[in-house]
């Protein structure tokens, strides 16, 4: 794995380091400019960003723990814990103990909380496509690996 020297203008404390030029810096905009996007559109629907993630997680996945939700979510146990309560109460989910393991919380989703995915995912699109205007498939899986090591490179200890 290569990783950049001491002296590389994409650290922060190189002489010629500029924030237009640094990764962290669009990653943090792009993200912003997305959650905002995001937001708008999922509170016209009654819903918020964490709840559309573990519906579209459930979705994909298929009745899961509460702490794989979270692992897939990238939110503290704590947290989904509270989300998932929430959506429960909304009956967007269902819980039930696991089977093999009692200790263990498996989420669905339930035919209310399938509804809201459907209408979640119509209403996004735009989102997407605006956001990946200009980029062919070919970019659009390249800035995907690439994303992909810088992820790892973070979770991999």
Known sequence: MTSPKKSSRYLPDHEDFSYEEFPFYWLARVHSVYALEMEKVLKKLGTDIPARRV???????????VSELATHAIIKLSTITRIVQRMREDGLVETRTNLDDARITD?????????????????????????????NDAQLQKLTQTLQVVFRNFTDD
């Open 55 to 65: 519906l579209l997680i459930l979705r994909r996945q298929g009745p899961v723990s």
């Open 107 to 135: 989420v669905f989703v339930t035919q209310k909380g399938y509804e809201l995915t459907d209408r979640i995912q119509e209403a996004t699109k735009k989102i997407f496509v605006k956001g990946y205007t200009g980029l």
